[in-house]
């Protein structure tokens, strides 16, 4: 090979420069069997027949994401060290908020960790140097999610309770198992499905649900640091959106036979990120002193008109129809927050956060966002608590929920077109009886019992003596709580600081 | 003047995470801790991998190398993901202005015949050979226990594809603006003999299931690598009047000094584990008896042919490298096996 003299060449375009520093990068091997190099793409069905047809969503080499990531970062961590050097957490709209924040970094810090390492099997073992340097640049990304959330939560920790332990509560805590189980569940299955578990169905169908929510809820309630981290965030988000939504179109183009595969994980995935939202509708709905809009307004905007009105009406195309089950969920948006959050609130005793029956304007917002629920079926259960509450009680449910083997959330959902009726479906596996709390859970069950019949379910756990012994305060000191993290929010630690450093604040002013 | 500002004291219920102050008492601890120790997850997982049931998602014996505490060894760098891409940001501005300059003079070019035949022929086919490190260090990034290992292999990674990318542009730029030498330095990497015995080490470490192992093999060769092509070279190539591979050795030099300062404590880490040492020691023994003799010998080969075209003694330059690193390693306390090369 001669080096050509200085003779003007064909200089390349940007796209081919592209992907010369990315996808001519890849070989394919001969001294092993390409097979033996990635053996992880041919058990799940789906054909992949033409790597090369994957379209970069984006395009970015390694220098250039390192320099707006450098940029972005270090405006984020200006944020939070002024936050923490300016005891910013008196500005927040009340103590209170920071339960949602809690139950956010017990929750999703991990499942960033879990999409970080997941992430890192795709960019070792997909085949395609295309989608395996996307998805290496979503791993960083999630490994920065997770740190950036830890980071920006670090401050809350010094100050407040329920911050302090989240990792081991993820690992152990019963309403902490819901994500853990989802995640586990995603990370568990093969390259294909993990694409559109995560890449797909949470990144881009749900994301908008999951993270809008919170991050307007900082907004709104002077978090600066969780604002601020999650509007970092969505130049991310943006480039996961757009790698979810060419995965599913390159899986669904490469063969037909992929088609109903892919529909069906759809339709797992949807369910199954569906219920682990009904946390966040009971967040949304309850825990933000400050409200941005209601679960079923974010439903409505973000899933109906953006995802069964834009998206599916394009994937039909393909021979993709809308999830299945779609139709419960959308009957549920008027009662899911109620249900979830009255659940979170009989079992805040055994919970890292606190809750409290909603005040006289939270209640008549809870109204006026649900007329035909909310007075009829949910404020009835709040007056009777606040009787409790005004006898100098507080309403705790004392016994062990039983808990759906899919989703893991104590079977407190009801029946499709009765609100008041418990939903219970079972299936037999192997001689073995199983509960569900929804026609789509059993689906998921039914589908792969072998997975679901595995599933570590924290009351089950309990029973069997697992979990630090057979009383509820020896469960907690197992789960790593401390005795103020739990019960109600109303004289609690965090209440009482709150209450102490703003009567302060108010002499000294 | 001072001025005084007036701020609220408050006393803070705690300095830092539980599982930190249990590990260091309760001290302020700094973000590289709280973003990075025990942030994987350990116990009370739900389902067997569907494509590998035997193990766990999270599970130490995904490699013979293992440590009682996964915590016991940090990244001596305290590297987070935002000093992380701070780093590599600058470290690739100042490799852009290099070449840049580089690029102005047309400098590559006006390299002597024999250095620039060096660079298209011997050079440029390492960007696949950085690629193939990406891959092979990945499979740590999933499978390695423990955030502190993770993170490490991570930006390590993620370094290898950057690396690959600056030798691909050194390419493009002495092509003139196209990737005709890239495409030739590709067909090389396939096919010249002297680079075979780094492309098969690299595709018979995919095909193994042990990241440590993995990572360990590969670690062998970039210290041969690195030291032949970016030390030995570096200072050859400023005997022989191309400055210019110079100025590229030096980023690719100032890299690796990082990338060891990891994989060095992460050995000493390994090698010092209060329970496990001897089987540590006995996993990398095996490394070394495996793939040692295979290493050298591919990396003479590479040697062979950087002296084909430039003459530099590059043959001895490797072989008293690797005595060098054979002896860094004996050291340890690891048996180093003989070889004839």
Known sequence: ?509 | MQIELRTQVIEPRRRTFTNLAERFGDRPASRYEEGTIDVQATENFHYRPLWGPTRWQYDPEYSALRLTDPYSFTDPRQLYYAPYVQSRSSMQEAFSKSLDYLESRSLLGRMPEAWQQLVANVLLPLRHYEAGAQLITTEGVRFCYGTTIDACCTFAAFDRIGNAQQLSRVGIVLSGGSAELLGAAKQAWLEAPALQGLRRLEEELLTERDWGTELVTLDLADRLVYGLMYQFLDEAALLGGAGAYSLIAQHLNTWFADQRRWIDALIATWLADPEVADANRAALDAVLAARWGQVVEAVSDLAAAVDAHVGVGAVDAARSNAAAVAAGLTALGLTVPEVSA
Request: one cysteine or more; glycine letters at 6%.
């Open chain 1, 1 to 509: 090979m001669t080096v050509p003299a200085q003779k003007p060449a064909r200089k390349l375009s940007m796209k081919q420069r592209y992907s010369a520093l990315t996808h001519d990068l890849n070989w394919t091997p001969t001294y092993v069997p390409e097979a033996e190099a990635f053996p992880y793409t041919t058990f799940e069905g789906i054909k992949i027949h033409d790597w090369s047809k994957w379209e970069d969503p984006f395009r970015l080499t390694v220098d250039a994401y390192c320099k707006y990531q450098a940029e972005k970062d270090r405006r984020l961590y200006a944020v939070l060290d002024s936050f923490a050097q300016s005891q910013g957490q008196l500005g927040l709209s009340d103590g209170s908020y920071l339960n949602a924040m809690k139950l956010f970094l017990q929750g999703i810090a991990s499942e960033e960790y879990q999409a970080h390492r997941n992430f890192a099997y795709l960019a070792r073992y997909l085949n395609g140097p295309g989608p395996r340097f996307a998805a290496l640049c979503q791993s960083l990304d999630e490994l920065r999610h997770a740190q950036t959330e830890i980071h920006a939560l670090s401050h809350y920790n010094k100050h407040f309770t329920g911050f302090h332990d989240w990792k081991k509560m993820h690992d152990r805590v019963w309403y902490l198992s819901v994500p853990k189980s989802f995640f586990d569940d995603a990370v568990t299955a093969g390259p294909f499905e993990f694409l559109i578990a995560i890449g797909f169905s949470f990144e881009y169908l749900l994301t908008n649900l999951l993270f809008v929510p919170f991050m307007s809820g900082a907004a709104f309630n002077g978090d600066l640091p969780t604002m601020t981290f999650g509007f970092s965030a969505q130049s991310d988000e943006s480039r996961h959106m757009t790698l979810g939504l060419e995965a599913i179109k390159f899986m669904l183009e490469q063969d037909e036979d992929n088609v109903p595969i892919v529909q069906e994980w759809l339709d797992k995935w949807f369910w199954r990120g569906y219920r682990l939202l009904a946390l966040v509708a009971a967040m949304m709905d309850y825990f933000l002193p400050k409200r941005v809009m209601s679960w079923k307004e974010s439903f409505e905007l973000y899933f109906e008109q953006q995802m069964l009105g834009g998206l599916f009406p394009d994937l039909a195309y393909y021979g993709i129809r809308p999830p299945r089950h779609v139709e419960q969920a959308i009957e549920e948006k008027e009662i899911l927050s109620h249900q979830a959050f009255w659940i979170l609130y009989q079992f805040s005793h055994a919970a890292a956060f606190q809750t409290t029956v909603p005040d006289a304007a939270a209640q008549e917002w809870l109204t006026s966002a649900y007329p035909e629920t909310f007075p009829k079926l949910y404020q009835p259960l709040f007056e009777k608590a606040q009787e409790v509450m005004d006898g100098g009680g507080r309403f705790f449910n004392m016994g062990l929920p039983q808990l759906c083997q899919v989703c893991q959330i104590p079977m407190g959902f009801t029946e499709p077109g009765d609100p008041t009726t418990i939903c219970q479906r079972h299936s037999i596996f192997k001689g073995e009886r199983y509960d569900m709390c929804s026609d789509g859970c059993k689906w998921i069950f039914d589908r792969e019992p072998e997975k679901y019949v595995q599933a570590w379910l924290p009351v089950h756990q309990i029973y069997q003596g697992n979990c630090g012994g057979p009383t509820i305060p020896d469960v907690l000191a197992w789960y790593g709580m401390q005795p103020d993290d739990g019960g109600d929010y109303l004289g609690s630690a965090d209440h009482q600081a709150w209450t102490a450093w703003h009567a302060t604040a108010a002499k000294e002013g």
